[in-house]
C-alpha cells in the first residue's frame, strides 16, 4: 500500500522494466516519468554519442500502459 503524499519516480526502457512501470502505475496510480518516445530517443543517442553498447531486447514484447 502506497502511503499518502509519497512520490514514485520510475524509469526503465527494457521489457521486464516496462512490464514493472504498467504494474506500478496501476497499482499505486503512479504516472510514468520520462518515459516518452522523445526520452527514449535522447537516451540512446547519448548512449550512442558515449560509445555505450546497445543490447538486443529479449523476452515477451510488452505494451507501455
Same mark, same amino acid.
Given at each position: ?28 496510480? *503512479? ?6 518516445? *522523445? ?12 560509445? &555505450?553498447?546497445?543490447?538486443?531486447? &529479449?523476452? &515477451?514484447?510488452?505494451?507501455? &500502459?
Amino acid at each position: 500500500m502506497a502511503v499518502a503524499d509519497c512520490a514514485f519516480a520510475y524509469h526503465e526502457f527494457d521489457r521486464p522494466g516496462i512490464a514493472l512501470a504498467n504494474r506500478v502505475m496501476r497499482r499505486y496510480e *503512479a504516472d510514468p516519468w520520462r518515459m516518452g518516445a *522523445a526520452d527514449y530517443e535522447h537516451l540512446v543517442t547519448r548512449a550512442e554519442l558515449h560509445g &555505450t553498447p546497445s543490447l538486443p531486447l &529479449t523476452g &515477451t514484447l510488452v505494451e507501455a &500502459t
